[in-house]
């Protein structure tokens, strides 16, 4: 059985090179929770799992000023709606320049550190909390923006997301990521 | 392209099916088990509110009824046109018009209508709660409307005032929600204006309407935690007045919201025994004038006390 588990982990390692061009990728972020009027900050790690998939890691932080403070540990799964990668033959390539549009749903916990008891009878200090939205990313081969909209399914709340996304690991030879010339 | 759409359109959605409730603090949470012994009515709108304002009703048979005037000043002008009944369909005269006028902190105190919007302190200029029927049915106005209220301001008319209203939680506690909170910053239409002597309101629905704007903190915040042996604090009608800022916050347990340190507040405590005939009720009451200090502790001991003594002490707020 562990056998097993160690083969999948393995394949799951080498799709990553197969058909991934972006790279792992790491994000710093600022935060609006609309119906909070709250703002923070987050840091992410994005790893491609798959041509159209990659997993997100995130940690969120919201300031002791705002009247809530919290913080937030999560994954998010992304998948890519509009995609820069594109088959060239059997393998795949990527047009970092072309804008990526993707859903994402994840969990996170959450540990709400002035809690204080609400009509919001689900929140509490410690919470586990499902989330759906959609993201945009765009920018160059190394340096991307990115914006999301997260839908928080449990206490029913939504937040902005817009930050920065660090390709280092992308290949520097830029003719390996572009689009083939028309 | 149509995917962008659907994007754009769920973003949307994303940012307008929001929750605050995590803003509306209850204090402890969950109300202590009642003690069946204790000697205390439990904390209720009816409680306290038949010793403040009671609600007016006139029938209006045409425009020559309006506008509809309250016994403290409040002028409503509500016109058929404007109004619709429960299935949307229009109405004609005649119809009832009800106003109760909550103008001064006494009023606002014994009816349970402090002055906290998603558990931030507000600056008020008096509230007031008006309704319409037909045939027994409430009526709702249309959102474009010809409605205007006239309140008589309490002192100075305040030019920062802005107009907001009342959307009651499941736990019956009135939050007060600011109007227009959709439109773009600078562009938010004017309902609401001060000129001589009083506000002019233009509501685009009825119900819970109140004339405030927020106090911008500039000190320290802190929570006031209270305590009290007998009765416990869920048989306590607890306010916290700040007189400087004409701002009421009620306390729903042991912890008060977040409330300016330095601040002179007034701590107003009601309670009622649980007597079946009424007038064998027995008032009990606890004033107390402090400033606030950080982490701020009240204990509260309530005293017997007169209908009478209770209403001299509010009107003096």
Redesign the interface.
Known sequence: MKNIYLKTAFLVLLSINLYAQDKMAIGASAIYN???QTIGAGLRVQMPLANRFALVPQIKYMPVFN??HEAYGGINLHYF??NNTFSLGYRKAVNPKRPV?YLAAGVEYNRWINY?????DK?KKNNILPEA??G?SWGGNYVRIFAE???NIL????Y?EIGVLFFPFNDKLFRNNSCPRP | MK??NI?II??VL??I??????????????PTPEKPNSGFAAVSKEAFDKLGAQPERKTIKNQDDLPFVGSQGTKVWLFDRDLRMPDGSIVSYPFEIELLELLTPKDMILHLMPTVSR??LLTTGGQVNIRAYKDGKELKVTKFNSTQIIVPAQGRVDGLMDLFYGEE???G?VDWIESDTSSVPGQKPRNIYGNDGAYFLFPNRLGWINIDKFYEFTEAKT?IAFSSENPPLDKIVIFLYFPDLKSLMQTY?E?SG?VPVGRTVKIIAMSISDDEKEEDRVYHSFFQDLVVADKQKVEIKLAPTTKESLLSYLESL
């Open positions: 609309f119906p909070l009247d809530i709606l509009l549009v204080a008891p609400t009509v919001n929140a939205g959609l945009a909209a997260k839908y206490w029913k709340e939504s902005g | 995917k962008i994007a769920a973003i994303f940012a099916a929001c929750s605050k409730d995590r803003t509306m603090l209850l204090g402890d949470g969950n558990g931030r939680t499941k736990d506690i929570q347990g912890v977040e």
